[in-house]
């Protein structure tokens, strides 16, 4: 039975492959950001750029995008 209100998500997959590590965190906010018209991909990527060091930037901008990708592909 498929419930409409539950989309799939392989997080910890998503963070061990853009960030190496299995913390899926950035990746639900990705994901949220897909589902939620309150917050967009664009402003969690400026919180990004805003809130964590520089080194960091790429790899969870990238994970972001990737998440958010994966469910609206899921629509």
């Known amino acids: ?3 409409p209100r539950v989309i ?3 997080g910890s997959g998503l ?3 853009y960030l190496k590590l299995p913390i899926a965190n950035t ?3 990705g994901a949220f950001a897909a589902v939620f018209g ?3 991909v664009e402003q969690l990527e400026e ?3 805003q809130n964590m060091p520089e ?3 790429q ?5 972001i995008r990737a998440a958010a990708a994966s469910i609206r592909k899921e629509d």
């Open 8 to 10: 799939p998500l392989d």
């Open 55 to 57: 080194k960091l930037h």
């Open 38 to 40: 309150g917050i967009s």
């Open 27 to 29: 990746v639900m906010l």
């Open 47 to 49: 919180a990004v750029r």
């Open 15 to 17: 963070a061990k492959t």
């Open 1 to 3: 039975m498929h419930d």
């Open 59 to 63: 790899k969870n901008i990238a994970v």
